[in-house]
Structures are given as C-alpha cells and as structure tokens.
C-alpha cells in the first residue's frame, strides 16, 4: 500500500503540497482565474500567467489575504486540482494530511486551514496542524524540541513573521503587515514618481528580486521594462536603476529590523543568550533580495542564516516533520490545543 500522506503550506502567493510516499513537493501560485464571474478557466501557475493580462469579463482571485483564508470555495478548488496534478489526475481519497497554519492568528482562522480540507472532495481521513514557525525551523535544520532559543524572521507576501522558538513551541511571535506585495507597491509607486510611468505588480517583483541590493558598495544596476505614461496612456520602455527599487523599500525592512530588536528585547535572557550566538534565521521569498542577510547583520549586529530555498521553507519543513516520527509530538489536532 502506497503512503497515502500530505503536507500543506497554503500562503497568501503560494501553496505547497507534498506526497510523503513519493516525495514530490508541487508549489504553486494561489490564484485561480474566473470568467464571467461564475467560469473557472486557470489554477495556481496558469492563472497567475493571466494576473494583470486579463479583459474585464476575467478576475484573477488571490483567496488568502494577511494569511488568512478570505474566500473559502475559490480556496478549496484551488486545492483540489492541485492535489490532482500532484497525484496525475487522480483524485485519492482516505489519506492524511499535516497542515502548516499561521502562528499568530486566532483559534477560529487557525481551524478554517483544518476545515478548508476537512470539507473539500478529498475527504482524508486524519487532518493534523503544525505551527508554520516550527516547520520553518525543521527546514533550518534547527531542532525545535531542544531548549536553546532561536528567532525566524519569515518575510511572506502580505506578511512578515517574527518568532522566537524553544522546547517545541513558540515562546513569542509577531506578526507584521509589511512584506513582499508591499514592497512591490512602494516600487510601482517610486517608479510613477520618478518617471510618470505606470508599472504593473508583476513587473515591479520582477524589479525586486533583480535590482535590489542592500551592499553599499555596490555599482548601480539597471533594467529595462514596459509601462504606461501616466498622461498619454501610451506604452513606454524605461530603464530602472537599482538605487531607486532599493531605497524605495530600505524602511520598510528597517521596520521589520526594529520589530525584530523589540522582540528580542522581550526575549527571555537566556534565550536572547543563545539567539546572540545562533543568530537570527532568515526565511521567505524575500530572504533572497541581494544582500539583504547583511543589512540585517549591520543592524541587528548578529550573525545571519538564510536558509536553503527560503521561499519554500515552509512546505519542506512540514514534509520532514511527517516523514520522520521522532517529529510527532510537534503536530497536534486543532481541537485539542488550547489558545491564549
């Protein structure tokens, strides 16, 4: 009999899920596309290909917003065609599931995560949850039940999460609203500031993970994209230099380094002891932005680890908590767990 077990990541751009048994991991954009507000015409990667391409009878939907499910049908649908192409076309019934859910969110936002699965075709038998922060640190390759500190700092799409871990559970956690998508406004905004020119989101990630770069000695850099001159609504090629993508964000991550420092300041000491030699842990999409591990260290002056594929962190720490039964006590079933 196969291993009929999956990990579940669902993030506000991207959902990871991933067979146990065969050790495929699909990730994905979560988005799906809409026609005449009633036609499903594109999941995941293939919708977000039509994401600010698309005429006005066609909405691209992003169902979670801040980490939280905010349309729970358009979710679920995402999922289950997902779960399909991971399984080719096969949509396998009777399995088990660990969900990866926010940390810092209520007991109800947590359980739409369980509900989200519990309800959708694929009726598994067995739902279990785990804290994001902690699966984040098994894909660290720190270990989460031992009792010295470590602090994650996971820079998301909507959100930024702030985490202090120890002895298997989360000793503090903070989330913040400031994170990919709003650097990607601050650049679109930026660029119509300095050149009257309207760029589009896609572009302006495209901008941020090429150009920005926190070396203060680095040479300028430039790329060239397509906007619409904001007087004529005429199409034009510009070139962006690095200096304005850069500091267009520079204090917005200024501000997750200061909310960084508060939390630690609110560590315990001996935790902020070993955290002081561990370092801070650096994950999420935007853990890759050139250099950014050193701005973080002029600032913080501690030492900083980014991890192996920061963007996907998430899923594959849940993929080895449920490959590896020495991880069991770090799951739990949301209606057993009591919440503060």
Do not use: W
């Not at 994001?132 to 390759?141: E, T, W």
């Not at 913080?300 to 192996?308: E, G, P, S, W, Y």
């Amino acid at each position: 009999m196969s291993d009929a077990r999956y990990g579940l990541n669902i993030g506000t751009q991207t959902i990871g899920i991933s067979s146990i048994g065969s050790k495929e991991i699909l990730v994905e954009k979560n988005a799906i596309a809409i026609r005449d507000e009633k036609y499903v015409i594109g999941y995941g990667n293939d919708a977000y290909e039509m994401f600010e391409r698309t005429p006005e009878n066609v909405e691209v939907v992003f169902p979670v917003k801040m980490g939280v499910i905010s349309d729970l049908n358009k979710m679920q649908m995402i999922l289950e065609n997902l779960y399909k192409k991971l399984n080719r076309g096969k949509l396998i019934r009777g399995t088990e599931f660990l969900i990866a859910v926010p940390t810092d969110t209520t007991e109800v936002e947590k359980r739409a995560f369980h509900e989200l699965v519990a309800n959708s075709r694929i009726r598994p038998r067995n739902i279990s949850v785990v804290e994001k922060s902690i699966a984040d640190s098994i894909a660290c390759g720190i270990n989460p039940k031992s009792p010295k500190g470590n602090i994650l700092v996971n820079i998301g799409a909507d959100t930024t999460d702030i985490s202090v871990i120890s002895l298997g559970g989360i000793v503090m956690c903070k989330t913040i609203n400031i994170a990919g998508n709003r650097f990607n406004e601050l650049i679109v905004n930026a660029v119509r500031a300095k050149h009257e020119v309207l760029i589009g989101m896609k572009t302006a990630e495209a901008l941020k993970m090429s150009l920005v770069n926190f070396d203060l000695d680095a040479p300028d850099k430039e790329m060239t994209v397509f906007g619409r001159v904001i007087s004529t609504g005429l199409p034009r090629r510009i070139s962006i230099s690095s200096r304005l993508v850069t500091d267009a964000i520079t204090e917005q991550i200024r501000i997750i380094i200061e909310d960084t420092k508060r939390v630690l300041e609110k560590t315990p000491p001996e935790l902020a002891s070993d955290i002081t030699e561990e370092g801070i842990y650096l994950l999420g999409g935007s853990a890759c932005l050139n250099n950014l591990d050193e701005f973080f260290a002029r600032e913080t002056r501690l030492r900083i680890n980014v991890a192996d594929d920061p963007a996907n962190s998430t899923i594959r720490g849940v993929t080895k908590i449920f490959g590896n039964s020495k991880y069991d006590s770090l799951r739990y079933y949301p209606e057993e767990k009591e919440y503060n």
